[in-house]
């Protein structure tokens, strides 16, 4: 097959695993006889200093011809002063907003052999496999917004049919899976939670009646995700609930830069990046994680480009590579010796082979 991917780079790490990433794309591609085209576009702080704006209209349109978008992280302190009439953060909203991208896929998953990495015990985290679903186009990030000198106001608002494609989404996937739906909200303190709890529960009654579900607030979810995470299947909550759990669930699997994601809306076109930030203190060092954006590659090739076996030799690659004990700084709590961001690379790309 054919298939083109917008590249956007951004900001402090990004290019650093973008690197590393778009060289395992192309290396699936040349095993497996696929030609896919990249397409390096400006986009967030990069883009702010070379044309005035996160997203620049030419970025835009060059996402909405590509098959799928990988992104790398944004943002920074030089783009972030309280006075900054423009950031990098408003062309991600932006540029989620204008591909419907509404779904995002956030899957944990704890490798056996970085079970010392995790501040957690052994026997808890052991056996964790996890997937949230995170509404992305909605919530208190979209609403109106108001600061002067001494007041500041964050509209939250949802529609029902906002909450019942999310819904959706999460209860196909919890179906093949496990079964188990948890929907997290705070439906004793806030209108939008519980209107989020009676739509989720008429969806899947009407829709879904052989998934499990069960409703948890969100305190309690941020608690059970550390003593209890193997009890969990596929989580659904809105936006800024679906943000803050994330980062706490990646802890599970030793660090955030191991965690992949997919930002998904109703066609084939998605959003793949690595959930961690644009870690500015440590960018130009060569000491970035890039295991996060290998797997959101593997994601792309799954979810956007439909090659299963491609996705699945990606992703043994790199469960092989950690197996061999190639561990960024991020992952070396237990002693091990740290690798650079490149050798992690490498480590992946020559043990990438056809599956069985």
């Given at each position: 097959?054919?298939?083109?991917?917008?590249?956007?780079?951004?900001?402090?790490?990004?290019?650093?695993v973008m690197?590393?990433?778009?060289?395992?794309?192309?290396?699936?591609?040349?095993?497996f006889?696929?030609?896919?085209?990249?397409?390096?576009?400006?986009?967030?702080g990069?883009?702010?200093?070379?044309?005035?704006?996160?997203?620049?209209?030419?970025?835009?349109r060059?996402?909405?011809?590509?098959?799928?978008?990988?992104?790398?992280?944004?943002?920074?302190?030089?783009w972030?002063?309280?006075?900054?009439?423009?950031?990098?953060?408003?062309?991600l909203?932006?540029?989620?907003?204008?591909?419907?991208?509404?779904?995002?896929?956030?899957?944990?998953?704890?490798?056996?052999?970085?079970?010392?990495?995790?501040?957690?015990?052994?026997?808890?985290i052991?056996?964790?496999?996890?997937?949230?679903?995170?509404?992305?186009?909605?919530?208190?990030?979209f609403?109106?917004?108001?600061?002067?000198?001494?007041?500041a106001?964050?509209?939250?608002?949802?529609?029902?049919?906002?909450?019942?494609?999310i819904?959706?989404?999460?209860?196909?996937?919890?179906?093949?899976?496990?079964?188990?739906?948890?929907?997290?909200d705070?439906?004793?303190?806030?209108?939008?939670?519980?209107?989020?709890?009676?739509?989720?529960?008429?969806?899947?009654?009407?829709?879904?009646?052989?998934?499990?579900?069960?409703?948890?607030?969100?305190d309690?979810?941020?608690?059970?995700?550390?003593?209890?995470?193997?009890?969990?299947?596929?989580?659904?909550?809105?936006n800024?609930?679906?943000?803050?759990?994330?980062?706490?669930?990646?802890?599970?699997?030793g660090?955030?830069g191991?965690l992949?994601?997919?930002?998904?809306?109703?066609?084939?076109?998605?959003?793949?990046?690595p959930?961690?930030?644009?870690?500015?203190?440590?960018?130009?060092?060569?000491?970035?994680?890039?295991?996060?954006?290998?797997?959101?590659?593997?994601?792309?090739?799954?979810?956007?480009?439909?090659?299963?076996?491609?996705?699945?030799?990606?992703?043994q690659?790199?469960?092989?590579?950690?197996?061999?004990?190639?561990?960024?700084?991020?992952?070396?709590?237990g002693?091990?010796?740290?690798?650079?961001?490149?050798?992690?690379?490498?480590?992946?790309?020559?043990?990438?082979?056809?599956?069985?």
């Amino acid at each position: 097959m054919r298939a083109r991917i917008a590249v956007l780079a951004g900001d402090g790490i990004g290019p650093e695993v973008m690197e590393e990433g778009t060289r395992c794309l192309s290396a699936v591609a040349r095993l497996f006889g696929h030609t896919i085209d990249l397409d390096p576009l400006p986009f967030g702080g990069a883009a702010i200093d070379s044309h005035g704006e996160p997203l620049p209209p030419g970025t835009l349109r060059g996402c909405r011809e590509a098959d799928a978008v990988l992104l790398g992280a944004i943002g920074g302190p030089k783009w972030s002063a309280p006075d900054a009439s423009v950031r990098p953060e408003a062309g991600l909203l932006r540029l989620r907003r204008e591909l419907g991208t509404f779904a995002n896929l956030r899957p944990v998953r704890v490798h056996p052999q970085l079970a010392d990495a995790s501040t957690l015990k052994a026997e808890v985290i052991s056996g964790v496999d996890l997937v949230f679903v995170r509404e992305l186009t909605g919530g208190i990030y979209f609403g109106a917004k108001h600061r002067d000198a001494v007041h500041a106001t964050d509209e939250c608002r949802y529609s029902a049919a906002e909450i019942e494609r999310i819904v959706r989404v999460a209860a196909a996937l919890a179906r093949r899976r496990r079964g188990r739906l948890t929907s997290i909200d705070k439906a004793n303190v806030l209108e939008t939670s519980r209107l989020w709890r009676e739509v989720t529960q008429r969806v899947i009654e009407r829709e879904f009646p052989g998934i499990t579900l069960e409703h948890m607030l969100v305190d309690a979810a941020a608690m059970h995700l550390i003593n209890r995470p193997r009890d969990f299947d596929v989580l659904v909550t809105e936006n800024m609930f679906g943000d803050i759990l994330t980062d706490e669930a990646s802890m599970l699997a030793g660090s955030l830069g191991l965690l992949p994601s997919a930002s998904l809306g109703e066609g084939r076109r998605g959003i793949y990046e690595p959930i961690h930030g644009s870690a500015p203190d440590i960018a130009g060092r060569g000491v970035a994680d890039p295991y996060g954006m290998i797997l959101s590659v593997a994601l792309l090739l799954r979810h956007s480009l439909e090659l299963q076996s491609e996705a699945v030799a990606l992703e043994q690659a790199v469960a092989q590579a950690l197996g061999a004990g190639m561990r960024t700084p991020d992952l070396t709590r237990g002693g091990a010796a740290a690798c650079s961001t490149r050798a992690a690379g490498e480590a992946v790309l020559s043990r990438l082979r056809r599956p069985a």
